[in-house]
């Protein structure tokens, strides 16, 4: 009885040994992705992930917004049809704006040269007061077209891939130049659902680009100083109770920070100026308008027609990083210039505490030495 109640423990101890190293050799699938996925998210709320994720959802947004901007939808082409041969404008769409355009350009063009070749010879009177009222008929049509969205260019010459790129960067950004809006109706329903998934994301990186680079810049500021000056950037204060605090020497004064941004608003207003042939001022205006996200957009790099259907839009990619890069560094400034708040209102602190005690032990004095005359 012994022996075999002896061993009915060991048998159950070895059974549980395997199933146990058996749950432990084996990893639920679902595990390793769940595993994944939240790895993932981590590395994307860091700072190079935020900043990785705003140019992925930047490059993204470009895709789907040329893809629905330049796609020509059934409905349009029997409207394109009207278009070309209807003479109602009263049709919208970048698509149909383009071809009712193109038919009255060729209308008025047909209704000059019957004119032309019944009147010019025998009344020239006639000629004028008929050609003039056909130009005028013209201009009303263009009016009437650039009023529904008609601006020159095909849809494929607007929406290339970098003027993509800058429309989604001025939507999440909240810029908001205005010189590219969406015509189509999935176009503006995608742009709501873009900026209300892209705005957070952009405060994201907003937050994150600027305590790095304010770390950046702070290391450099200190070493400059401790190389200029041989004295360490870090002192040791003693409270009241014994302990010691580390409190930062050197704080980055704001006119560092103000110097910082003139010079990338300098360089910018030199590289557009130069590329663009705007003025100094113009170019100026537009760095200082598009980095405080008011976003006007009477000036816009790359909004030329011709270098748009040449293909040659490198300009609005460094317009992209250029604007990027600056809003990281306004992100920079405000939080060196809060932490230079911040110092500033504890020493003013422990000031004032001090002079409160002064006052308090001025006062007890003086009603000591009140009574001692008493």
């Given at each position: 009885m012994t022996q075999s109640g002896a061993s009915v423990p060991v048998t159950r101890s070895s059974v549980r040994s395997r199933s146990s190293g058996g749950s432990s050799s084996e990893v639920d699938p679902r595990e390793k992705v769940k595993a994944c996925c939240r790895k993932l998210?981590?590395?994307?709320?860091?700072?190079?992930?935020?900043?990785?994720?705003?140019?992925?959802?930047?490059?993204?947004?470009?895709?789907?917004?040329?893809?629905?901007?330049?796609?020509?939808?059934?409905?349009?082409?029997?409207?394109?049809?009207?278009?070309?041969?209807?003479?109602?404008?009263?049709?919208?769409?970048?698509?149909?704006?383009?071809?009712?355009?193109?038919?009255?350009?060729?209308?008025?063009?047909?209704?000059?040269?019957?004119?032309?070749?019944?009147?010019?010879?025998?009344?020239?009177?006639?000629?004028?007061?008929?050609?003039?009222?056909?130009?005028?008929?013209?201009?009303?049509?263009?009016?009437?077209?650039?009023?529904?969205?008609?601006?020159?260019?095909?849809?494929?010459?607007?929406?290339?891939?970098?003027?993509?790129?800058?429309?989604?960067?001025?939507?999440?950004?909240?810029?908001?130049?205005?010189?590219?809006?969406?015509?189509?109706?999935?176009?503006?329903?995608?742009?709501?659902?873009?900026?209300?998934?892209?705005?957070?994301?952009?405060?994201?990186?907003?937050?994150?680009?600027?305590k790095v680079f304010a770390n950046c810049f702070r290391w450099i500021y200190r070493t400059m100083y401790e190389c200029t000056t041989k004295k360490p950037s870090i002192k040791v204060i003693e409270l009241e109770n014994g302990d010691t605090v580390a409190h930062p020497r050197v704080i980055v004064p704001t006119t560092a920070c103000l110097w910082v941004i003139s010079g990338y608003v300098l360089g910018g207003t030199i590289m557009f100026a130069e590329w663009e042939g705007w003025d100094y001022l113009d170019s100026a205006y537009f760095c200082v308008t598009s980095l405080c996200k008011i976003g006007i957009g009477d000036f816009v790099p790359g909004a030329n027609i011709l270098e748009s259907r040449s293909g040659n839009q490198t300009k609005l990619v460094i317009n992209f990083m250029y604007l990027l890069l600056g809003m990281g560094l306004i992100a920079m400034c405000y939080n060196l210039m809060r932490e230079e708040v911040k110092v500033k209102m504890q020493d003013l602190k422990r000031d004032m505490r001090k002079w409160l005690e002064g006052l308090r032990i001025q006062s007890c004095y003086g009603k000591k030495k009140s009574k001692r005359y008493h």
């Open positions: 998210v981590e590395f994307m709320f860091t700072q190079v992930g935020v900043g990785g994720l705003v140019v992925c959802y930047a490059i993204v947004g470009a895709f789907a917004f040329q893809h629905i901007e330049t796609a020509k939808d059934p409905k349009w082409e029997v409207e394109w049809h009207k278009a070309q041969t209807s003479p109602d404008h009263n049709l919208k769409g970048a698509w149909v704006q383009l071809a009712a355009v193109k038919r009255l350009t060729n209308l008025t063009a047909n209704k000059l040269w019957d004119v032309t070749s019944s009147e010019n010879v025998f009344n020239i009177t006639t000629w004028k007061k008929s050609t003039d009222m056909i130009l005028h008929e013209f201009q009303e049509g263009i009016v009437d077209s650039v009023k529904k969205g008609y601006d020159g260019r095909e849809p494929e010459d607007a929406w290339t891939l970098p003027a993509a790129l800058m429309f989604c960067l001025s939507i999440f950004t909240m810029i908001g130049y205005g010189n590219m809006v969406p015509k189509t109706t999935w176009g503006k329903v995608a742009t709501i659902l873009y900026a209300v998934f892209g705005i957070p994301v952009y405060i994201l990186y907003f937050m994150n680009m600027g």
